[in-house]
């Protein structure tokens, strides 16, 4: 059994000393220059590396410290595109720029390449890259072409960008590539089109594919994930833990969501083991477990508290014992934390 993040970190740690949103608000006003903001972003990634192999994930991520939001840095890249006004992202108390459309939109050159060999570069660590799926950036986005905004229209032309993506990405070395799909669920109209879109982007990449499911219990779709042409699915279990007793029919790999990375509650061990036995059943082999979604929603120190956790029930229910455990950040402190984001 192994352990990995869906992508995003905290970008501002407990002592405020890489307050990033404020260093690039500062950037944009002209007084940081691009040379510090680079070696700030790269410092910040490297800490963000180095947290997460002390704590003894097997997969880790650059903690996504260049993006300002799921939609951000390949929507910023892409011509058609540009970014917009806010927009609430889902039922979360944060938000994104809204992706306006106004043309085609059209890969012109690798977007995530060189931060990801950058990244790897700092990790002794297998690295994943992380990036929005189709689905999710169409219902994100707003197509503002007169008699054209059709949603499936958009939809296959994000298609056709992120494909080239995700082959650019796979020509730079990435190993692990995921998805985010958090849009896809089963009030989604566009499900099954969302599907069929995931599997063009995959089919024949050769790297490990994943793909994200969050925010939304996927139970009713289990019979249709089952045929996707994925190699991990990555499913919440804090929003739907029905799904611990259906895994059984996916042939994929699965990656256990099983901490609530929306609230600063921190979970019992006992209980996160008890449903990790639950979902497991022989299957340990094939088995990742994971926050449910993206740690940016928590302070730095509950975030690290949560990857401790993790690592520590992964080995619980594997039978080992965990060696010389980090201290925690908030060590000393008795049971949870009210309160929380989403």
Not at 180 to 194: K, T, W
Not at 198 to 212: E, H, K, L, S, Y
Not at 292 to 307: I, S, V
């Amino acid at each position: 059994m192994k352990t990995t993040v869906v992508g995003s970190y905290p970008k501002v740690t407990d002592d405020n000393q890489e307050n990033l949103p404020g260093l690039i608000d500062r950037w944009q006003k002209q007084q940081v220059n691009d040379a510090g903001l680079e070696q700030a972003l790269q410092g910040a990634t490297r800490r963000v590396i180095q947290e997460q192999e002390r704590a003894g994930l097997d997969l880790i991520t650059d903690g996504q410290i260049r993006w300002e939001d799921l939609t951000h840095p390949v929507g910023a890249a892409l011509l058609g595109v540009t970014l917009g006004g806010l927009r609430r992202y889902f039922d979360n108390n944060v938000y994104y720029r809204r992706p306006l459309i106004s043309g085609a939109p059209t890969w012109t050159a690798p977007i995530l390449a060189n931060g990801f060999q950058q990244a790897r570069g700092m990790a002794t660590k297998p690295l994943k890259v992380a990036l929005p799926g189709p689905l999710t950036f169409t219902v994100l986005a707003e197509d503002q072409r007169n008699g054209q905004a059709k949603p499936e229209r958009l939809l296959r032309e994000m298609t056709s960008a992120l494909r080239k993506e995700v082959e650019a990405l796979a020509a730079a070395g990435a190993t692990h590539i995921q998805l985010d799909e958090p849009a896809l669920e089963p009030n989604q109209p566009m499900a099954e089109a969302g599907i069929q879109a995931i599997n063009d982007v995959f089919r024949g990449i050769q790297a490990t594919r994943w793909v994200a499911l969050y925010f939304h219990d996927v139970t009713p779709l289990i019979s249709r994930l089952a045929a996707m042409d994925a190699d991990v699915l990555s499913l919440d279990l804090v929003t739907g833990p029905a799904l611990a007793g259906r895994l059984s029919a996916l042939p994929q790999q699965v990656a256990l969501g099983v901490l609530d990375a929306r609230n600063t509650q921190l979970e019992s061990p006992d209980a996160v083991a008890a449903l990790v036995d639950q979902a497991v059943k022989g299957r340990a082999a094939r088995v990742w477990l994971t926050p449910n979604c993206g740690l940016e929603f928590l302070p730095h120190g509950r975030a690290l508290q949560k990857l401790e956790l993790l690592v520590s029930v992964a080995r619980r229910v594997a039978g080992q014992q965990t060696p010389h455990p980090l201290p925690s950040p908030l060590e000393g402190e008795k049971g949870g934390v009210r309160g929380g984001r989403g």
